[in-house]
Protein backbone atom coordinates (compact mmCIF):
# COMPACT_ATOMS: atom_id res chain seq x y z
CA UNK A 1 0.00 0.00 0.00
CA UNK A 2 2.45 2.84 0.72
CA UNK A 3 4.43 1.87 -2.68
CA UNK A 4 1.28 2.82 -4.39
CA UNK A 5 0.63 6.23 -1.93
CA UNK A 6 4.60 7.12 -2.91
CA UNK A 7 3.99 6.31 -6.42
CA UNK A 8 0.88 8.62 -6.54
CA UNK A 9 2.86 11.32 -4.31
CA UNK A 10 5.55 11.23 -6.96
CA UNK A 11 3.02 11.66 -9.72
CA UNK A 12 1.41 14.49 -8.53
CA UNK A 13 4.63 16.38 -7.25
CA UNK A 14 5.56 15.72 -11.46
CA UNK A 15 2.43 16.77 -12.83
CA UNK A 16 2.54 19.92 -10.89
CA UNK A 17 6.14 20.37 -11.87
CA UNK A 18 5.68 19.78 -15.40
CA UNK A 19 2.65 22.63 -15.50
CA UNK A 20 4.70 25.44 -14.17
CA UNK A 21 7.51 24.05 -16.69
CA UNK A 22 5.28 24.27 -20.01
CA UNK A 23 3.36 26.98 -18.65
CA UNK A 24 4.86 29.90 -20.53
CA UNK A 25 6.76 27.93 -23.17
CA UNK A 26 4.84 26.18 -25.59
CA UNK A 27 8.72 24.58 -27.25
CA UNK A 28 9.31 23.12 -23.91
CA UNK A 29 6.10 20.97 -24.54
CA UNK A 30 7.14 19.31 -27.25
CA UNK A 31 10.29 18.05 -25.92
CA UNK A 32 8.52 16.90 -22.77
CA UNK A 33 5.85 14.94 -24.59
CA UNK A 34 8.41 13.27 -26.92
CA UNK A 35 10.44 12.55 -24.11
CA UNK A 36 7.42 10.95 -22.18
CA UNK A 37 6.17 9.26 -25.07
CA UNK A 38 9.66 7.72 -25.37
CA UNK A 39 10.58 6.80 -22.74
CA UNK A 40 7.41 4.87 -21.98
CA UNK A 41 7.78 3.24 -25.14
CA UNK A 42 11.18 2.58 -23.33
CA UNK A 43 10.25 1.35 -20.47
CA UNK A 44 7.50 -0.85 -22.10
CA UNK A 45 9.28 -2.80 -24.46
CA UNK A 46 11.58 -3.16 -21.08
CA UNK A 47 8.93 -4.97 -19.49
CA UNK A 48 8.32 -7.17 -22.30
CA UNK A 49 11.36 -7.94 -22.55
CA UNK A 50 12.49 -9.41 -18.98
CA UNK A 51 11.95 -13.21 -18.04
CA UNK A 52 11.48 -12.50 -14.39
CA UNK A 53 7.63 -12.44 -13.76
CA UNK A 54 8.17 -9.12 -11.19
CA UNK A 55 8.19 -7.40 -14.60
CA UNK A 56 7.27 -9.66 -17.77
CA UNK A 57 4.16 -11.08 -16.20
CA UNK A 58 2.89 -7.93 -14.54
CA UNK A 59 1.38 -6.72 -17.97
CA UNK A 60 -1.73 -7.58 -19.17
CA UNK A 61 -3.33 -7.20 -22.69
CA UNK A 62 -5.89 -4.93 -21.23
CA UNK A 63 -3.33 -2.68 -19.57
CA UNK A 64 -1.36 -2.12 -22.65
CA UNK A 65 -4.29 -1.50 -24.88
CA UNK A 66 -5.26 0.80 -22.20
CA UNK A 67 -1.36 2.27 -22.59
CA UNK A 68 -1.14 2.79 -25.69
CA UNK A 69 -4.36 4.67 -25.87
CA UNK A 70 -3.16 7.06 -23.32
CA UNK A 71 -0.03 7.84 -25.60
CA UNK A 72 -2.24 7.83 -28.97
CA UNK A 73 -4.29 10.38 -26.61
CA UNK A 74 -1.42 12.80 -25.52
CA UNK A 75 -0.08 12.92 -28.69
CA UNK A 76 -3.33 13.93 -29.61
CA UNK A 77 -3.91 16.47 -27.17
CA UNK A 78 -0.59 17.93 -28.12
CA UNK A 79 -1.69 18.40 -31.56
CA UNK A 80 -4.50 20.38 -30.51
CA UNK A 81 -2.45 22.35 -28.54
CA UNK A 82 0.22 22.90 -31.02
CA UNK A 83 -2.39 23.21 -33.86
CA UNK A 84 -0.17 22.98 -36.76
CA UNK A 85 -0.98 20.45 -39.67
CA UNK A 86 2.49 19.01 -39.71
CA UNK A 87 1.85 18.29 -36.36
CA UNK A 88 -1.59 16.28 -37.03
CA UNK A 89 0.50 14.65 -40.15
CA UNK A 90 3.02 13.40 -38.05
CA UNK A 91 0.84 11.63 -35.02
CA UNK A 92 -0.66 9.77 -37.45
CA UNK A 93 2.48 8.23 -38.53
CA UNK A 94 3.09 8.06 -34.55
CA UNK A 95 -0.47 6.07 -33.87
CA UNK A 96 0.46 3.96 -36.51
CA UNK A 97 3.70 3.10 -34.43
CA UNK A 98 2.31 2.49 -31.21
CA UNK A 99 -0.88 0.47 -32.42
CA UNK A 100 2.55 -1.95 -34.14
CA UNK A 101 4.23 -1.68 -31.02
CA UNK A 102 0.69 -2.96 -29.54
CA UNK A 103 -0.28 -5.95 -31.96
CA UNK A 104 3.39 -7.46 -31.60
CA UNK A 105 3.27 -7.04 -27.66
CA UNK A 106 0.41 -9.28 -27.54
CA UNK A 107 1.04 -11.46 -30.14
CA UNK A 108 4.62 -12.17 -28.87
CA UNK A 109 5.22 -11.22 -25.46
CA UNK A 110 2.09 -10.90 -23.72
CA UNK A 111 0.83 -13.98 -22.05
CA UNK A 112 3.35 -15.37 -24.33
CA UNK A 113 6.00 -18.14 -23.91
CA UNK A 114 9.33 -16.95 -23.53
CA UNK A 115 10.50 -16.74 -27.66
CA UNK A 116 12.66 -19.64 -29.10
CA UNK A 117 13.71 -19.37 -32.32
CA UNK A 118 13.47 -22.63 -34.65
CA UNK A 119 13.44 -21.85 -38.87
CA UNK A 120 12.71 -25.36 -39.11
CA UNK A 121 9.17 -25.23 -38.37
CA UNK A 122 8.43 -23.67 -41.52
CA UNK A 123 8.80 -26.97 -43.13
CA UNK A 124 7.16 -29.00 -40.55
CA UNK A 125 4.06 -26.74 -40.52
CA UNK A 126 0.24 -29.30 -40.62
CA UNK A 127 -0.75 -29.63 -43.82
CA UNK A 128 -4.62 -28.59 -42.25
CA UNK A 129 -2.86 -25.03 -41.51
CA UNK A 130 -3.11 -24.70 -45.30
CA UNK A 131 -6.83 -25.71 -45.86
CA UNK A 132 -8.93 -22.44 -46.20
CA UNK A 133 -11.86 -22.42 -43.33
CA UNK A 134 -10.45 -25.82 -41.82
CA UNK A 135 -9.76 -24.30 -37.90
CA UNK A 136 -13.13 -22.04 -38.51
CA UNK A 137 -15.42 -24.94 -38.93
CA UNK A 138 -13.56 -26.98 -35.99
CA UNK A 139 -14.72 -23.90 -33.68
CA UNK A 140 -18.85 -24.94 -34.60
CA UNK A 141 -18.35 -28.94 -34.94
CA UNK A 142 -16.76 -29.44 -31.70
CA UNK A 143 -19.27 -27.22 -30.46
CA UNK A 144 -16.28 -24.39 -28.87
CA UNK A 145 -17.86 -22.21 -26.34
CA UNK A 146 -19.27 -18.61 -26.92
CA UNK A 147 -15.91 -16.65 -25.60
CA UNK A 148 -13.69 -19.19 -27.71
CA UNK A 149 -15.47 -18.26 -30.68
CA UNK A 150 -15.38 -15.33 -30.02
CA UNK A 151 -11.84 -14.45 -28.80
CA UNK A 152 -10.85 -16.18 -32.10
CA UNK A 153 -12.74 -15.82 -34.71
CA UNK A 154 -14.35 -11.69 -34.10
CA UNK A 155 -10.76 -11.29 -32.37
CA UNK A 156 -9.11 -11.64 -35.65
CA UNK A 157 -11.54 -10.28 -38.02
CA UNK A 158 -10.92 -6.49 -35.74
CA UNK A 159 -7.51 -7.50 -35.39
CA UNK A 160 -6.05 -5.15 -37.71
CA UNK A 161 -8.96 -2.62 -38.59
CA UNK A 162 -7.30 0.08 -36.50
CA UNK A 163 -4.35 -0.04 -38.75
CA UNK A 164 -6.86 0.08 -41.82
CA UNK A 165 -8.31 2.91 -39.99
CA UNK A 166 -4.94 4.57 -39.58
CA UNK A 167 -3.21 3.97 -43.22
CA UNK A 168 -6.78 5.43 -44.59
CA UNK A 169 -6.35 8.84 -42.20
CA UNK A 170 -2.58 8.70 -43.73
CA UNK A 171 -3.11 8.72 -47.38
CA UNK A 172 -6.57 8.52 -49.80
CA UNK A 173 -4.64 5.88 -51.52
CA UNK A 174 -5.46 3.68 -48.69
CA UNK A 175 -9.49 3.95 -49.20
CA UNK A 176 -8.98 1.47 -51.88
CA UNK A 177 -9.15 -2.12 -51.01
CA UNK A 178 -6.10 -3.18 -53.40
CA UNK A 179 -3.66 -0.92 -51.35
CA UNK A 180 -4.90 -1.92 -47.83
CA UNK A 181 -4.60 -5.45 -49.06
CA UNK A 182 -0.36 -4.49 -50.51
CA UNK A 183 0.09 -2.68 -47.28
CA UNK A 184 -1.50 -4.97 -45.08
CA UNK A 185 -1.62 -8.56 -46.05
CA UNK A 186 2.95 -9.16 -46.22
CA UNK A 187 2.67 -7.84 -42.51
CA UNK A 188 -0.16 -10.60 -41.79
CA UNK A 189 1.58 -13.37 -43.13
CA UNK A 190 5.19 -12.21 -41.89
CA UNK A 191 3.46 -12.73 -38.28
CA UNK A 192 2.08 -15.70 -38.43
CA UNK A 193 5.13 -17.37 -39.76
CA UNK A 194 6.86 -15.34 -37.07
CA UNK A 195 4.86 -17.09 -34.51
CA UNK A 196 5.51 -20.55 -35.78
CA UNK A 197 9.01 -20.09 -36.03
CA UNK A 198 8.98 -18.69 -32.39
CA UNK A 199 6.72 -21.04 -30.49
CA UNK A 200 4.32 -18.48 -29.54
CA UNK A 201 1.62 -19.41 -31.95
CA UNK A 202 0.97 -21.78 -35.25
CA UNK A 203 0.42 -20.90 -38.50
CA UNK A 204 -2.86 -21.26 -39.72
CA UNK A 205 -4.44 -19.75 -43.30
CA UNK A 206 -7.95 -18.89 -41.34
CA UNK A 207 -6.77 -16.07 -39.01
CA UNK A 208 -5.11 -14.46 -42.40
CA UNK A 209 -7.98 -14.90 -44.46
CA UNK A 210 -10.21 -13.67 -41.34
CA UNK A 211 -7.32 -10.63 -40.92
CA UNK A 212 -7.58 -9.76 -44.21
CA UNK A 213 -11.65 -10.08 -44.30
CA UNK A 214 -12.04 -7.46 -41.54
CA UNK A 215 -10.21 -4.97 -43.48
CA UNK A 216 -12.06 -5.73 -46.95
CA UNK A 217 -15.53 -5.04 -44.79
CA UNK A 218 -14.26 -1.95 -42.72
CA UNK A 219 -12.78 -0.31 -45.72
CA UNK A 220 -15.91 -1.14 -47.70
CA UNK A 221 -17.86 0.01 -45.25
CA UNK A 222 -16.42 3.41 -44.23
CA UNK A 223 -15.94 4.56 -47.60
CA UNK A 224 -19.22 3.29 -49.01
CA UNK A 225 -20.61 5.85 -46.82
CA UNK A 226 -18.07 8.66 -47.25
CA UNK A 227 -17.63 8.87 -43.41
CA UNK A 228 -13.35 8.86 -43.98
CA UNK A 229 -13.48 12.31 -45.67
CA UNK A 230 -15.69 13.04 -42.84
CA UNK A 231 -13.19 11.95 -39.90
CA UNK A 232 -9.90 12.86 -42.07
CA UNK A 233 -11.29 15.96 -42.13
CA UNK A 234 -12.07 16.09 -37.88
CA UNK A 235 -8.04 14.65 -37.52
CA UNK A 236 -6.78 17.86 -39.38
CA UNK A 237 -9.06 20.92 -38.04
CA UNK A 238 -8.13 23.66 -36.40
CA UNK A 239 -9.78 22.78 -33.26
CA UNK A 240 -11.11 26.60 -31.58
CA UNK A 241 -11.40 25.41 -27.84
CA UNK A 242 -10.18 27.36 -25.04
CA UNK A 243 -6.83 26.69 -24.17
CA UNK A 244 -7.64 26.02 -21.31
CA UNK A 245 -9.58 22.81 -22.17
CA UNK A 246 -6.82 21.98 -24.51
CA UNK A 247 -4.07 21.85 -21.84
CA UNK A 248 -6.35 20.68 -19.34
CA UNK A 249 -7.02 17.22 -21.79
CA UNK A 250 -2.87 16.98 -21.96
CA UNK A 251 -2.81 16.89 -18.55
CA UNK A 252 -5.33 13.77 -18.31
CA UNK A 253 -3.76 11.80 -20.95
CA UNK A 254 -0.66 12.39 -19.50
CA UNK A 255 -1.24 10.76 -15.92
CA UNK A 256 -1.12 6.83 -16.94
CA UNK A 257 1.97 7.03 -18.58
CA UNK A 258 3.69 8.84 -15.88
CA UNK A 259 1.99 6.55 -13.83
CA UNK A 260 3.55 3.72 -15.73
CA UNK A 261 6.92 5.13 -15.71
CA UNK A 262 7.01 5.74 -12.05
CA UNK A 263 5.67 2.34 -11.07
CA UNK A 264 8.33 0.25 -13.36
CA UNK A 265 11.30 2.79 -12.08
CA UNK A 266 10.30 1.84 -8.51
CA UNK A 267 9.62 -1.76 -9.62
CA UNK A 268 13.19 -2.00 -10.89
CA UNK A 269 14.64 0.12 -7.76
CA UNK A 270 13.11 -2.30 -5.26
CA UNK A 271 14.04 -5.43 -7.28
CA UNK A 272 17.78 -4.15 -8.03
CA UNK A 273 17.77 -3.74 -3.49
CA UNK A 274 16.23 -6.70 -2.95
Given at each position: ??F??????????????????????????????????????????????????????????????????????????FG?????????????????????????????????P???????????????????????????????????I??????????????????????????????????????????????????????????????????????????????????????F??????????????????????????????????????
Open positions: MNYFLCLGVLLLFVYCVFQLIKKQHNKLKIYTEFLVGLTVLLFLFVLSIANPLFRYSMSSMKAVILILSLSFLCFSLIDDHEKTYRRNIDIYIGLYILLLISITFFIGRSLSFDFKRIFSIYRDSFIPFHTISLYFTNHASLRSIYNIFGNIVMLVPLSFLLMLKNKKYDHIGKQLLAIAPMVLIIELLQEITWVGSFDIDDILLNLLGVILFTIFITRFDMISKIRKLFTTFKNKKMVKYFCYGVFQILPIMFIVETVLKIIKYCLL
